[in-house]
């Protein structure tokens, strides 16, 4: 585990980068059970072999969800709020065995009362072959000590 990482610990320029993690076909199959999202193009092979994808992808979800299973893999922050995400896109496909990671970097910060500090951050969610396959901006409140 590492240490956490609180407002005064960061500067905006921070990139802070994560280990992957490797995505699976039970990982998508578990994610359709959660939301009830069993579209053909995520669950059934024969029906995504004649799409433009040639075969499943994972929802779209799994890849936001994706990076909170990464958040552990990274410099872990003394986060108290999860503010929003905006601007999120989806951009290329994650096909099962699609090893991910997360490149995270502070784009603005601004003191929020005395105890706490708002934090803006770029993610990109990126795939073994260095493409970004989602990215946006979220924000989140930080403990300053």
Same mark, same amino acid.
């Given at each position: 585990?590492?240490?956490?990482?609180? #407002?005064?610990?960061?500067?905006?320029?921070?990139?802070?980068?994560?280990?992957?993690?490797? *995505?699976? /076909?039970?990982? @998508?199959?578990? #994610?359709?059970?959660?939301? &009830?999202?069993?579209?053909?193009?995520? *669950?059934?092979?024969?029906?995504? =072999?004649?799409?433009? %994808?040639?075969?499943? *992808?994972?929802?779209?979800?799994?890849?936001?969800?994706?990076?909170?299973? $990464?958040? &552990?893999?990274?410099?872990?922050?003394?986060?108290?709020? #999860?503010?929003? *995400? =905006?601007?999120?896109? %989806?951009?290329?496909?994650?096909? %099962?065995?699609?090893?991910?990671? +997360?490149?995270?970097?502070?784009?603005?910060?601004?003191?929020? !009362?005395? =105890?706490?500090? /708002? +934090?803006?951050?770029?993610? /990109?969610?990126?795939?073994?072959?260095?493409? @970004? +396959?989602?990215? !946006? @901006?979220?924000?989140? $409140?930080?403990?300053?000590?």
């Amino acid at each position: 585990m590492h240490d956490l990482l609180h #407002f005064n610990d960061i500067e905006v320029g921070d990139i802070f980068e994560t280990t992957g993690r490797t *995505v699976t /076909e039970t990982d @998508v199959v578990n #994610f359709a059970g959660m939301t &009830g999202d069993f579209t053909p193009l995520h *669950v059934d092979h024969e029906y995504a =072999r004649n799409t433009p %994808f040639r075969k499943p *992808v994972a929802q779209g979800l799994v890849g936001v969800s994706g990076l909170g299973w $990464l958040s &552990g893999r990274g410099a872990s922050m003394a986060s108290a709020e #999860f503010v929003s *995400v =905006r601007d999120w896109k %989806f951009l290329k496909p994650i096909y %099962f065995g699609d090893t991910l990671h +997360v490149k995270t970097e502070v784009i603005e910060k601004r003191q929020h !009362g005395r =105890r706490r500090g /708002e +934090v803006i951050w770029h993610r /990109e969610l990126i795939n073994q072959d260095g493409q @970004v +396959v989602q990215s !946006g @901006v979220f924000e989140t $409140l930080v403990d300053v000590a």
